[in-house]
């Protein structure tokens, strides 16, 4: 069986990708696609995980865990999507380090599926949002105890890639950027699934009506009417165009609100995340989707 792990990031697509997936379960199914919802697995699979760090599971603990997902059937491909796989958003970082033990939770994962083909997925995100974004979740916590003193610039999600790489070899890796994700959805739910680019499904342009005018929708579905014959590639710079002229800005502008912090710094993390990127881009048996 493939395993499809999604594994947020924290503060990326918010469950929308779970749900939009849920919208095809049903299509999905036919195909030997399973997509449960979250409720029948979270806390299953976190118990189950705890069990195997103490070692107190059974032999049979998969068998038992994927009976209780999928009611007693047996999918070709499962997906799960937690944004907790790797940790709770107060230790999603650690002295500079992001998810710390993140590789261990994975090989846990793997050990817990033992058999199957494991695939994760995991969207990232400019440490400038994604550190105060977590840092919000984190009730009670001072910013600087937070980053445990570690200097914001130091932050690199590649590291992250390539303890889970080193511990994992054999898992394949599809990484994107969450502020591409407006462009990239329709791909991202295809590929979750595992279909062709060019299959049908419901919701693919989802998190697109979140973010952009009534009126540029309007105007954006009737262009697609009018050129039903784009590719993958020409329907991004569509939704690139219109999303120039009719997004909210208050749906994807974000303020950040950190003592010590100013624009110019900002503006560094965003190079430095740039560059690290590119580094990921590099990393053997990692996908990297982008626009």
């Excluded at 049979?60 to 940790?87: K, M, Y």
């Excluded at 994604?130 to 570690?150: E, H, R, T």
């Excluded at 950040?256 to 990921?280: H, K, R």
Aim: aromatic residues 8%; contains cysteine.
């Amino acid at each position: 069986m493939q395993v499809v792990l999604h594994a947020g990031a924290h503060n990326t697509d918010d469950d929308r990708l779970i749900k939009c997936l849920l919208k095809n379960a049903g299509d999905l199914s036919k195909i030997g696609v399973a997509v449960p919802g979250p409720s029948r697995y979270r806390r299953l699979i976190r118990d189950t995980v705890n069990a195997l760090e103490t070692g107190h599971t059974s032999s049979d603990s998969r068998d038992l865990l994927v009976d209780a997902i999928v009611d007693g059937e047996t999918p070709d491909r499962l997906l799960l999507s937690n944004e907790n796989f790797f940790s709770v958003p107060k230790a999603a970082i650690n002295k500079g380090v992001i998810y710390p033990g993140a590789e261990s939770k994975l090989a846990r994962l793997c050990e817990l599926f033992s058999g199957d083909q494991v695939e994760l997925f995991l969207a990232i995100r400019n440490p400038a949002t994604f550190l105060p974004a977590v840092f919000a979740q984190s009730p009670g916590a001072d910013f600087l105890d937070f980053m445990s003193g570690a200097d914001p610039r130091q932050i690199r999600w590649s590291e992250l890639i390539a303890r889970l790489r080193t511990q994992a070899p054999d898992v394949p890796m599809t990484i994107w950027c969450n502020e591409d994700t407006p462009m990239i959805w329709a791909q991202l739910i295809r590929d979750l699934a595992g279909l062709e680019h060019n299959a049908k499904i419901i919701g693919g342009f989802d998190l697109l009506s979140d973010i952009m005018s009534k009126e540029g929708m309007k105007r954006f579905r009737a262009y697609l009417k009018q050129h039903p014959d784009m590719n993958e590639i020409q329907k991004r710079r569509v939704i690139a165009a219109f999303l120039d002229k009719y997004v909210i800005d208050d749906e994807v502008e974000e303020e950040v609100d950190l003592p010590g912090w100013s624009d110019a710094l900002v503006d560094e993390l965003t190079d430095l995340y740039d560059e690290d990127v590119f580094q990921i881009s590099r990393i053997p048996g990692v996908t990297m989707i982008g626009p």
